[in-house]
Nanobody, 115 residues
């Protein structure tokens, strides 16, 4: 059974940083892409960033220059380094993995940016 688990969320002041982790376990197959999404209260889930085939990266305009997505293939883990955080970054952040075996969501981790 595949498990996707996010961690690293929390409360941070505006201008601060957090690093989210997404760890995959089980028979997940060959990973094609890993995305981060977020969902604020009362809002639709929005795409944040992606890493494709472990190399090329893409970012939403709202986070470009502040967030960095990276992977540790040996650990089947993807990271989202978030710098210069703003109150509007407050949301539940979800990891989404697309592999040869299927598509998998994590349960989410809460990020709150507030003074």
């Amino acid at each position: 059974q595949v498990q996707v688990v996010e961690s690293g969320g929390g409360l941070v002041q505006p201008g601060g940083s957090l690093r989210l982790s997404c760890a995959a376990s089980g028979s997940i197959g060959s990973i094609n892409a890993i995305d981060w999404y977020r969902q604020a209260p009362g809002e639709q889930r929005e795409w944040v960033a992606a890493i494709i085939s472990g190399r090329s990266t893409n970012y939403a305009d709202s986070v470009k220059g502040r967030f960095t997505i990276s992977t540790d293939n040996a650990k089947n883990t993807v990271y989202l380094q978030m710098n210069s955080l703003k109150p509007e970054d407050t949301a539940v952040y979800y990891c989404f993995i697309a592999s040869d075996y299927g598509r998998y969501w994590g349960q989410g981790t809460q990020v709150t940016v507030s003074s």
